[in-house]
């Protein structure tokens, strides 16, 4: 089994900054990509920001400039940095992981959530 857990998010006044982290752990082979997804309230979910596993990443064009992205291969970890946050920005955060169980079966895992919000 493969299991994600997030760390970070809170509560933060509009321009600050937050970090979120996903360590993943299990019977892990291998990891392809490592996401950011995020879920306001009476909103659809929408793809943050990924990391591929040679290191190419991808932003939603609303927080290009100010969400990161990095990876730790190594930990087979993944985070989110967010600066100049915008209460547009308030959602559930949801990490994603997929990739290969160490029995080469598929797998693709969600982190529990964490909620962020930004006051204005």
């Known amino acids: 089994q493969v299991q994600l857990v997030e760390s970070g998010g809170g509560l933060v006044q509009a321009g600050g900054s937050l970090r979120l982290s996903c360590a993943a752990s299990?019977?892990?082979?291998?990891?392809?990509?490592m996401d950011w997804y995020r879920q306001a309230l009476g909103k659809q979910r929408e793809l943050v920001a990924t990391t591929t596993n040679s290191g190419r990443t991808n932003y939603l064009d609303s927080v290009k400039g100010r969400f990161t992205i990095s990876r730790d291969n190594a930990k087979k970890t993944v985070a989110l940095q967010m600066n100049s946050l915008k209460p547009e920005d308030t959602a559930v955060y949801y990490c994603?992981?997929?990739?290969?169980?160490?029995?080469?079966?598929?797998?693709?895992?969600w982190g529990q959530g964490t909620q962020v919000t930004v006051s204005s």
């Open positions: 994603n992981a997929d990739g290969r169980r160490r029995d080469y079966g598929f797998f693709s895992e």
């Open positions: 299990g019977s892990i082979l291998s990891i392809n990509n």
